[in-house]
């Protein structure tokens, strides 16, 4: 069972992070507060989030300095990035969220529906990879057993068991994800569009390598699943 996912609220306004958690509160997810840059970086030490939704003008480290940190960390720099601003901006305000690596910038007052959305594909987005790292992780232990010699009676219909099981799990986890990326073929969000294509083209490594597990492949030459 895929634990709920962690959302990282960035203001310095506690009014506005319980605006936030109001709006987000339907997704029924877990949300991570913070009321300053180096507060949200201190709980990206030790927590994994879907999304990050980052007040742009902060006291102190603001958030594009805050964005310019997150983006430097090995552990943190693929998480995405909603700004969000009070501020009126012109085109090279925008630009510059977007070059300290955010996925979308959104203008205060905000459609509390558009957000909510917005924050919900990568909800889902970062569920699918959940899953495909559990199958991922089966799957190189079935790797493991194998290279370890061929398995006999209990233990080749405990194989076989397990391999049924995979391929049933990560089949649902392909049905999930092409429908997501039907949902987000016209959408207006790239950042999204291409995580989507990725995430499908890591299910294809996974399957072809779960299908080098079946009867009649050579056990000496497995395909490995793909790494993240």
Not at 40 to 57: E, G, M, N
Not at 153 to 164: F, P
Not at 207 to 224: I, K, Q, V, W, Y
Request: hydrophobic fraction near 45%; charged fraction near 25%.
């Amino acid at each position: 069972m895929v634990q709920k996912a962690k959302i990282l609220l960035v203001d310095d306004r506690p009014e506005n992070l319980l605006a936030l958690e109001a709006i987000l509160s339907a997704l029924d997810q877990t949300l991570v507060r913070a009321s300053s840059g180096e507060e949200a970086l201190k709980a990206l030490l030790t927590d994994d989030f879907a999304v990050i939704l980052l007040d742009v003008q902060m006291p102190g480290m603001d958030g594009f300095e805050t964005a310019a940190h997150i983006k430097r960390r090995e552990r943190t720099r693929d998480i995405p990035i909603i700004f969000l601003t009070a501020i009126n901006h012109g085109p090279h305000h925008t630009f510059r969220g977007y070059a300290a690596g955010a996925v979308d910038y959104i203008s205060k007052p905000f459609d509390p529906w558009v957000l909510r959305a917005k924050v919900s594909v990568f909800v889902e987005l970062y569920m699918k990879n959940c899953q495909l790292r559990e199958q991922a992780a089966l799957l190189r232990l079935q790797l493991e057993r194998n290279g370890q010699g061929a398995p006999s009676g209990d233990q080749e219909s405990a194989s076989a068991g397990l391999l049924a099981e995979l391929s049933a799990r990560l089949a649902a986890v392909e049905e999930q994800a092409e429908a997501l990326t039907k949902q987000l073929h016209d959408s207006a969000d790239a950042a999204a569009v291409a995580t989507a294509a990725h995430l499908e083209r890591k299910l294809t490594g996974l399957r072809r390598a779960l299908d080098a597990l079946e009867p009649g492949t050579d056990p000496d030459h497995p395909a490995l699943p793909p790494r993240n």
